[in-house]
């Protein structure tokens, strides 16, 4: 008897939707992220099918700081931070597969190169410290991309059929 009612409880549990050490975080295919330490939300697509995660940057330079590799950029994105200028260290640089449709003719390279840099990423009550390539995204509807790798750090399910399910990104420290 106590054992039918341990497994009813724990049906009901998972019924109900509370979240077991386990189970994964279930995002919609697109939430609000925070960038905390640019003080900056935006809405990000979840998007299984990329690798990276891309923030929305123009005017990209790479310069050396001190012997180390450095990338001074503009925030591509709506609001009071559109045009902010950064400066970060690279992690290092991604090489970005491109659609046949945009290689200019006559040109071979099929990849792009891109700076990345590490920054704190907070969907709802979780944060973390991704690798972000830079890129103009500004004629995509969404500024930031989230691609599998950063995906797996959040231990993220993504429901397509749910939109900003997470809710406020609300992290602390």
Request: charged share 25%; net charge negative; aromatic share 6%.
């Amino acid at each position: 008897m106590r054992l039918k009612m341990l497994t009813l409880c724990s049906a009901l549990l998972m019924t109900c939707g509370v979240a077991t050490a386990n189970q994964p975080n279930v995002y919609g295919l697109s939430e609000k992220a925070l960038l905390p330490e640019l003080d900056l939300e935006v809405p990000a697509k979840l998007d299984t099918g990329a690798v990276t995660a891309s923030l929305s940057a123009q005017n990209i330079n790479l310069f050396k700081r001190d012997g180390e590799d450095w990338v001074r950029f503009e925030l591509a994105v709506e609001g009071e931070q559109e045009g902010k200028e950064l400066e970060l260290p690279v992690v290092r640089i991604s090489q970005i597969k491109r659609r046949a449709a945009d290689i200019p003719e006559g040109e071979t390279k099929d990849y792009t190169s891109r700076p990345v840099i590490e920054m704190a990423v907070c969907m709802g009550g979780v944060k973390e410290n991704i690798e972000v390539n830079l890129t103009d995204r500004t004629s995509f509807s969404y500024p930031l991309l989230i691609g599998s790798t950063a995906l797996q750090q959040f231990d993220a399910m993504v429901d397509p059929s749910l939109e900003y399910s997470a809710g406020n990104p609300e992290c602390t420290s």
